[in-house]
């Protein structure tokens, strides 16, 4: 499981060559996994960490502090890290994301 | 008994080469329309050949059984000799579910007025080939009470205006309402319970090669006494239903999730609660005058 730990990365499949599509709606966001062909509904907060992941890999912290400054976020990045853990958490348990 | 029939429904053209003959005239009367527009088209590519026939000449007389044959391929076990036509419906659905991958196929049925197209999806005993039923005779365009079809070039709903599969309880509200429209004898202890089939309307048959764009999808379900409710559906939420009841959204891989987001963008989504059929009439026709 994913632990609060500067040093771990986490990244989608999708840079093994497997598709990963995200599509983000009001409330929530659904998920193609191209490898097992399930798709999934997910939180809107998992939708935009997702994307971020598909590209190279990132840990916590990095995840953190790109969604307060993209999105302005007023609040304090330990609670925002914790929802971030939460999410990341719940990729994993779908195995849309893995660490490296 | 040797039958060489030839049908097209929306863009397949089947032939029947063998069929029980007690059930020829039902099947004939039930797709008299495609028959006859078939024959225009009898050199047309065959998409199916189909034969439902006695698994052996003794399973005529002893126990009698029939099979159902795609080319020479027989997907099911046998059934009982007085399912034959049910069997033909649910084998020509099998056909279309598992070789038809041109379209992305969804488990609802399916019907149009003027510019509006709805989905309905919805599981057994909802009531939603009841509905479909009661809207066709009402003059909405029956596109199928099975499987609705998308195409992926252009997001169009593709019509089948096969007969609609009516079970159990909803026979006998159908044959008191539609009046009209011709049925099926009944077919006893099927694995559905007891069913018939309603033909499609002229109507349906003739503008059978008219496509649409999904706007609408509407999830159905009956309930004695109820009050129509309609509820607003998130899209998310409609996607996940949609692509729960398609037969082969895996097999077109990220294309065919792709189309099935385009079909919810396109398309209001809504639950649809109801029990008195005067009711749903004045919603689905308050759809199709907002257009």
Request: charged letters at 20%; a negative charge.
């Amino acid at each position: 499981m994913p632990e609060k730990n500067n040093h771990i990365k986490y990244i989608s499949p999708s840079v093994k060559g497997f598709s990963v599509y995200v599509k983000e709606y009001d409330t929530s966001a659904v998920v193609y996994d191209g490898r097992s062909g399930d798709i999934h509904r997910v939180n809107p907060l998992c939708g935009l960490l997702l994307p971020l992941l598909i590209d190279q890999p990132m840990t916590i912290q990095d995840l953190t502090s790109i969604l307060i400054d993209q999105y302005e976020i007023d609040a304090k990045p330990d609670r925002v890290q914790d929802e971030v853990l939460a999410s990341l958490r719940y990729l994993q348990s779908l195995e849309l994301v893995e660490t490296i | 008994m040797e039958l060489n029939l030839h049908l097209r429904t929306g863009p397949f053209h089947i032939a029947i080469e063998e069929f029980e003959t007690p059930f020829v005239e039902d099947l004939q009367r039930l797709y008299h329309y495609q028959i006859a527009a078939s024959q225009a088209v009898k050199n047309a590519f065959i998409d199916f050949r189909i034969s439902v026939k006695a698994s052996s000449f003794l399973r005529r007389f002893y126990r009698p059984q029939v099979s159902f044959f795609c080319d020479t391929y027989q997907p099911f076990y046998p059934l009982p000799y007085s399912q034959t036509l049910p069997m033909f419906e649910w084998g020509f659905n099998w056909c279309i579910a598992t070789q038809a991958h041109q379209f992305l196929q969804f488990h609802a049925a399916g019907l149009a007025r003027d510019n509006v197209m709805v989905i309905m999806p919805a599981p057994p005993g909802s009531g939603k080939s009841t509905l479909t039923a009661a809207l066709m005779h009402h003059g909405w365009r029956l596109f199928s009470d099975e499987i609705v079809m998308i195409r992926p070039t252009d997001g169009h709903a593709v019509p089948l205006a096969r007969p609609i599969n009516l079970k159990n309880d909803s026979i006998d509200i159908a044959q008191n309402l539609f009046t009209g429209n011709y049925f099926s004898q009944r077919f006893q202890d099927t694995h559905k319970g007891t069913v018939a089939l309603m033909a499609p309307s002229r109507t349906s048959v003739d503008l059978v090669d008219r496509t649409q764009i999904p706007t609408h999808i509407v999830f159905p379900r009956y309930e004695a006494g109820a009050r129509l409710e309609v509820t607003s559906m998130p899209q998310a939420e409609a996607l996940m239903e949609l692509v729960t009841n398609s037969f082969n959204y895996h097999m077109l891989g990220e294309e065919g999730v792709k189309l099935a987001m385009d079909v919810v963008d396109g398309c209001e989504c809504m639950h649809l609660k109801y029990s008195d059929f005067d009711d749903v009439f004045c919603f689905f026709d308050s759809l199709a005058n907002a257009q």
